[in-house]
């Protein structure tokens, strides 16, 4: 299934935040289960480095929330992952 990969967090600055709620992140889920709500995460492997922002100092990585979304006539899982 496909997600979305929101990155937040209090080091980011206004417009780093403004870039990643405006640049999800799409990648496409394997499992047939999400992640729980304070579950760590691992952006880098499951993301990958190469679509990670420029400006992210490898911070540990954690479910803030999950959020559902209609696009396109689908139900897309958001998961909002805070940055440590």
Known sequence: MK???E????????????YCSDNKIEIEWDLPFLPN???SF?????????KMPDFD???YWFINSIE????????????????E
């Open 42 to 50: 691992d952006c880098n492997s499951i993301i990958g480095k190469d």
């Open 68 to 83: 559902f979304e209609r696009i396109n006539g689908e139900i897309i899982p958001i998961l909002c992952i805070g940055g």
């Open 37 to 39: 709500r304070g579950d």
């Open 57 to 59: 100092k490898n911070l």
């Open 7 to 18: 990155l937040e967090s209090d080091c980011y600055t206004d417009k780093q935040r403004k």
């Open 3 to 5: 997600i979305l990969i």
